[in-house]
């Protein structure tokens, strides 16, 4: 904030900000802002809605644009809403790697930027963009530190319950099994299975996000028949379940696509729908606009609005959002995505439930 005070109050700027260069590349969020109103610590912009962005970005240097209502170099709603005329962008760039963007204007008064002016701003992005840099690099440490308690409270709870009670139903066999009735051994039997049961998903998960963490993961796309793989998975995951599942895919439907991703995806999605979700649960697949999507769908509860944000982290669990699994599900669904270039999205079902959809660019499958 006080970097912006600065270029505003020493330049004679009204409005100036910093925003953040998310991690997909492609999208700019407020970081800090003087003398804007608060609705535009909200605004989201792509790259690709605006050239001036992309122009800064590309070429890794301070963009002007002298009007920017008639050479369309920003969005068109931003330059109504806050009659944008004249505006600078300058890249944050450290090491090489654009974190994000300096820039103002002078509230709907057009202007020109002298040689000397530019030289000022781009020593002050030099400043910003390291300060912007350790403040990231602050944030992942928090968020590692973070995961580390998490992992360690999942720990002590996840893996000690099913340990412990496994334990003591075979104690109790080793010591008293003779004088258990067979009605009371099958009964331990079928609870320390499930329970063992318990504890091989849990560490099959730990294991995908070691595999995924380590970059271990190596995608290989090959011909697969879309339906029989996902059949394949349902009848294993779900089993008693798995005739309540609709599958509504093509039986012609192939692409290249690596079968270990398609299979811990769907898997993920589908114990995911039958543990908090409520039938129907459908699964449906198709070949659409340069995409591969697959969605799996219930028409349970849904996603509570305050949870959606921390929907894909690792270890989370809302109050009727997993509250009964291990809150990697859906984490791990998302990892398997991203390395195989695509992304797993959220939508609510009206008026209930949820839809999980895997989208992939087929160039990249």
């Given at each position: ?5 600065e270029v ?5 700027f ?31 912009v792509?790259?690709a ?30 330059v ?16 090489g ?15 020109e930027l ?11 992005g030099?400043?910003?963009?390291t300060?912007?840099?350790k ?30 009670t ?12 003779a ?10 039997r079928?609870s ?25 993961l ?7 028949a ?11 995951v ?24 398609l299979?811990r995806?769907?898997?993920n ?18 070949q ?14 849904g ?8 929907l894909?982290?690792?270890f989370?669990?809302g ?13 791990i669904?998302q ?5 195989h ?7 609510p079902?009206?008026?209930c439930?949820?839809c ?10």
């Amino acid at each position: 904030m006080r970097i912006c005070e600065e270029v505003r109050d020493g330049l004679g700027f009204d409005r100036v900000g910093i925003a953040r260069l998310l991690p997909d590349e492609e999208s700019v969020v407020p970081a800090a802002l003087t003398g804007w109103d608060e609705e535009a610590l909200s605004v989201r912009v792509t790259l690709a809605e605006s050239p001036l962005l992309m122009e800064a970005y590309r070429m890794q240097k301070l963009a002007f644009v002298a009007d920017a209502r008639s050479e369309q170099a920003v969005p068109a709603e931003l330059v109504e809403r806050y009659a944008v005329r004249s505006a600078f962008v300058l890249p944050l760039v450290s090491a090489g790697r654009c974190l994000g963007f300096l820039g103002g204007d002078r509230a709907g008064v057009p202007f020109e930027l002298d040689p000397t002016e530019v030289d000022v701003l781009e020593t002050v992005g030099a400043l910003a963009a390291t300060l912007l840099e350790k403040g990231l690099i602050e944030d992942e440490l928090r968020r590692l530190d973070d995961a580390r308690a998490r992992f360690v409270a999942f720990a002590a709870h996840e893996l000690r319950t099913p340990i412990m009670t496994v334990y003591g139903m075979l104690a109790t066999v080793h010591h008293r099994g003779a004088e258990l009735s067979d009605e009371q051994l099958v009964e331990l039997r079928s609870s320390a299975f499930q329970q063992a049961a318990r504890l091989r998903t849990l560490a099959e998960q730990l294991l995908d996000l070691s595999r995924l963490d380590a970059s271990a993961l190596t995608v290989s796309p090959q011909p697969i028949a879309i339906r029989r793989a996902v059949e394949e998975t349902v009848l294993l995951v779900a089993e008693r379940d798995a005739g309540a599942i609709e599958i509504s895919i093509p039986h012609d439907l192939e692409l290249d696509v690596d079968s270990i991703v398609l299979d811990r995806i769907v898997g993920n999605l589908v114990v995911n729908a039958l543990r908090h979700g409520e039938s129907p649960v459908a699964v449906t697949a198709e070949q659409r606009d340069s995409h591969f999507r697959l969605r799996v769908t219930d028409h349970g509860p849904g996603i509570p609005d305050e949870f959606t944000p921390a929907l894909f982290d690792r270890f989370v669990r809302g109050s009727s959002v997993q509250a009964d699994g291990s809150g990697l599900g859906l984490a791990i669904a998302q990892a398997y995505a991203r390395a195989h270039g695509g992304e797993l999205v959220y939508t609510p079902v009206d008026p209930c439930g949820a839809c999980f959809e895997f989208v992939l660019p087929l160039e990249r499958a």
